[in-house]
């Protein structure tokens, strides 16, 4: 079945503001995949098991504080330090559905009022994904989905700045899914999306972010 061809994997990225259902439709779009027999792994950044991740954990529940360009440096070496790893998987076949990337790293980060070309900066020479699928939601209607938790950038007014810096980023691999359609109508579109970017990748080598 799909994606076992002896071809690539398919890098692709889910992206969104907080409460905006990536997690869950990750985990939908996941299990979907694999009972059709895709080779896929469900992925997230921050990768709080790393000892860099540690440090990013800590400082998102508030437990430590980091100047803005070194936290920005962290979540950059935390997607650096598992390159390596996402590439092996990716050219033995393997579907990576990331849950957040470099978008996020840049649009929070410049949201806090950082350079945004500083912030692209060391992204540079991560592999590129084969679609970001972006989950639009606005943030007043995004809070009220049960409210954000006690993380540092769960407020609203932080959560707008942000929304206009993933904008920005928007590039011809990006999908805009509107997160406020009905659960299942969202699936379904990440299904498809994902799917055809599998086929479509395949005879296409990877290529790293050049911003
Ligand atoms: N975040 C996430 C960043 O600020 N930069 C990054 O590079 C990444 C990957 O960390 F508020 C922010 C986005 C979010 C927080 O993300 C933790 P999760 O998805 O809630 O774990």
């Known amino acids: ?93 393997t579907t990576l559905i990331v849950d957040r990337y470099s978008y996020s790293g840049v649009a929070f980060s410049a949201a806090k009022g950082l350079d945004i070309e500083w912030c692209k900066a060391p992204e540079n020479g991560l592999i590129a994904p084969d679609l970001v699928i972006y989950l639009d939601v606005q943030p007043e209607k995004a809070a009220e989905r049960g409210g954000y938790g006690g993380e540092r950038y769960e407020k609203i007014e932080f959560q707008k700045k942000v929304a206009e810096h993933y904008h920005s980023l928007r590039d011809s691999t990006w999908k805009v899914v509107d997160g406020f359609l009905p659960m299942e109508t969202v699936e379904e579109k990440l299904r498809d999306l994902a799917t055809s970017c599998i086929q479509d990748c395949q005879g296409n080598p990877l290529t790293n972010l050049a911003w």
């Open 1 to 93: 079945t799909g994606g076992s061809k002896g071809g690539r994997g398919a890098l692709v990225v889910l992206e969104g503001l907080d409460r905006s259902g990536k997690t869950s439709q990750c985990a939908r779009l996941l299990s979907f995949l694999k009972g059709k027999g895709y080779n896929a792994e469900g992925w997230r950044f921050p990768d709080r098991a790393t000892s860099v991740g540690q440090m990013i954990s800590s400082y998102l529940a508030n437990d430590s504080q980091l100047d803005d360009r070194t936290i920005h440096l962290l979540f950059s070496a935390n997607r650096w330090e598992k390159r390596a790893l996402m590439e092996s998987k990716l050219l033995s076949g």
